[in-house]
């Protein structure tokens, strides 16, 4: 919602800068200017006969106020009703909002196929969320067939016109060397941009590509400060990251004590590096009691999560008897999953 009201304050300037020029000018101007002041009664009783004789703006207009429900109820299919014939006129901002009716299929069955169409439609005249969109079904083969060649192309073009996650996504790809030559360098430059720019997970990504000197030098104590913007952000992931830099002494004073802390709370919420950890601070007695049962609790969690460390952990407290009988069965099917 947000980007569809920036995307129509934005059209309604270049109305106004270019009205002289268009028909209805007076009768739109006051449309466009009553829909802005949010006198959406005003604006609909003004833009209506204007989209009825054809006007491609006002339809567009009296799409949105239909989807958006102001001034009139909300209705996805008059809305849909409106954006189409603005968008068989070539406006490019009804043919994306076309497409996003039928992508998440307002008023209508999903049609992917369809959301395609008009997305490319709209992409291929410059209108970035298309493009961004347009770029998202062909990475993941919805509507199209995938093609991540064609999913880099546009993600480009939208990452060029300011759309933070068209550049975090080719990010991704510059990383992964999907549809591009793996370039740590690119993918680097593309997460600092927006890391710089307060995105949460690239500056995640980033405190990553320090901390394993990928398209930079390696820099643990850069590492520790991306993690942890990236963590007051609520990522939760970066949490068992700094529990690890405290752990090991990476870039920051060794501290097991805040170690625990971090791996606790990530351990908390599902990870399984930091549910192995923590099980591994109490199987050692580091910074609190040994505990073989808290141990296990946590190793088990994690073994069963698939982390191959904490099946190696768990299948250890089956060989040793900590806190469970002891089975050498049991030790071995966890130590062959984590081969």
Known sequence: VKNLLVILLGLISLFFASASHIAFADDLQDGLSSYKAGEYNNAHKLLSPLAEEGDALAQLFLGVMHEQGQGVPQDYREAAK?????????????????????E???????????????????AEQGHALS???????YYKGQGVLQDFIEASKWFELAAQQGIEAAQY???????????VLQDYKEAFKGYKILALQGHAKA??????????????QQNYRE??????????????????NLGHLYDHGK??????????????ISANQGNGLAQ???GLLYNLGKVVPKDYEEALKWYRLSAEQGVKEGQTNFGTMYEKGHAVEQNYTEAIKWYQLSA
Do not use: H
């Open 82 to 102: 409106w954006y189409q014939l603005s968008a068989d006129q070539g406006n490019a901002s009804a043919q994306n909002l076309l497409g996003l009716i039928f």
């Open 203 to 216: 500056r995640y990504n980033l405190g990553l590509m320090y901390y394993k000197g990928q398209g930079t």
């Open 223 to 240: 590492a520790f400060k991306w993690f942890k913007l990236s963590s007051d952000q609520g990522v939760v992931v970066a949490y068992y």
């Open 131 to 137: 493009q961004f969109f347009l770029g998202n079904m």
């Open 251 to 264: 870039g920051v004073t060794q501290d097991c004590m805040k170690a625990f802390d971090f791996y606790q």
């Open 276 to 278: 192995s950890n923590l």
């Open 104 to 122: 998440k299929g307002r008023g209508f069955p999903k049609d992917l196929i369809e959301a395609a169409k008009w997305y490319q439609l709209s």
């Open 169 to 179: 996504n080719l990010s991704v790809m510059y990383f992964q060397g999907q549809g």
